[in-house]
């Protein structure tokens, strides 16, 4: 299994990022993908989730209404398309997949700073 996250930099308060997330190595479409941040200090929070075919997305409610959650099952893509970016935002944020069944994998995550 493989999760590359691609698509953080350095933006301004206000300013959009869209990151994007490479899966390979496992059945795509079975699996709910997420995305989840971690700041210095904090703990590994989830962003948003959406279901195996895209239908269903959950967010944080730190998020709702600026960030969106979407896939693409044909490319194994799995995207966070960031708008309305605030300081609190700054985080490292990682791709991951998951189920019940002992299968929980991690991307090396993309670095995403928000100016003020």
């Known amino acids: 299994v493989q999760l590359v996250e691609s698509g953080g930099g350095s933006v301004m308060f206000g300013g959009s990022l869209r990151l994007s997330c490479a899966a390979s190595?496992?059945?795509?479409?079975?699996?709910?993908m997420s995305w989840y941040r971690q700041s210095p200090g904090k703990e590994r929070e989830t962003v948003a989730t959406?279901?195996?075919?895209?239908?269903?997305?959950t967010y944080a409610d730190s998020v709702k209404g600026r960030f969106i959650i979407s896939r693409d099952n044909a490319w194994k893509m799995v995207y966070l398309q960031m708008n309305n970016l605030k300081p609190e935002d700054t985080a490292v944020y990682l791709c991951?997949?998951?189920?019940?069944?002992?299968?929980?994998?991690w991307g090396q995550g993309t670095h995403v700073t928000v100016s003020a």
């Open positions: 991951n997949v998951r189920s019940a069944h002992n299968f929980n994998y």
């Open positions: 959406v279901s195996v075919t895209g239908s269903s997305t």
């Open positions: 190595g496992f059945n795509f479409t079975r699996y709910d």
